[in-house]
């Protein structure tokens, strides 16, 4: 966010040159992510339940994939106001190829760490207090790709992205743990 001269509070995205994609690269992901959303609602829908809601292993999917169908709703909605206001329907300037490298990028370094939680799987069980914990492959393999992927399209202080890999890799290891008591990826 950025504010402009009239102390308008005016949203730039990660690079605020970037601007907007075009109101048809957006209305091809809405569909795409409506697609899925629907795809993950169903499929947890199906999931059964062994417990109470609260213990249901579809109701974090289906409460992500229904906040990614709302959010793929709001873009096409702001696709079709861009393309009423006359933005063109498709982007007449050469594609950068810098951010097709950049995505290729992460769906490697996606696909290394699905990669490293299967081939590194292992269990540690130990205590903190009296609470019993679970270190799995999970938790260090997250922190060393969420780091690696930080690093590579952030360029900001080591000490920050380290942390922020740290801090968010447990929290999630500790609410899937604790809160859910849902198995992490990279155990047996």
């Known amino acids: 966010m950025s504010q402009a001269d009239n102390n308008k509070v005016v949203f730039e995205g990660e690079d605020g040159n970037a601007g907007y994609a075009s109101p048809a690269l957006d209305m091809i992901a809405t569909a795409f992510l409506l697609a899925l959303s629907v795809l993950v609602l169903v499929a ?17 999917p289906f409460l992500t994939a229904g906040s990614l ?23 007449d300037e ?24 299967q081939g590194l799987a292992f269990q540690y069980y130990f205590n903190i207090g009296t609470v019993p914990m679970v ?36 929290t999630l290891s500790l609410v899937f743990q604790k809160v859910f008591n849902i198995p992490l990826p990279g155990g047996f």
């Open 69 to 91: 169908a709302v959010m793929a709703v709001l873009l096409g909605i702001s696709a079709t106001v861009r393309r009423r206001e006359g933005a063109a329907l498709w982007d």
């Open 135 to 170: 270190l799995s492959a999970f938790e260090p393999v997250t922190i060393v790709a969420l780091a690696a992927i930080i690093h590579i399209f952030w360029r900001g202080p080591l000490w920050i992205t380290a942390l922020v890999s740290i801090g968010w890799t447990l």
């Open 44 to 60: 947890s829908l199906r999931l059964p339940v062994p417990g109470n809601l609260a213990t249901a292993p579809g109701l974090l």
């Open 94 to 117: 050469p594609r950068d190829r810098s951010e097709d490298m950049h995505a290729i990028v992460l769906v490697v370094a996606v696909a290394v760490y699905i990669g490293a939680l």
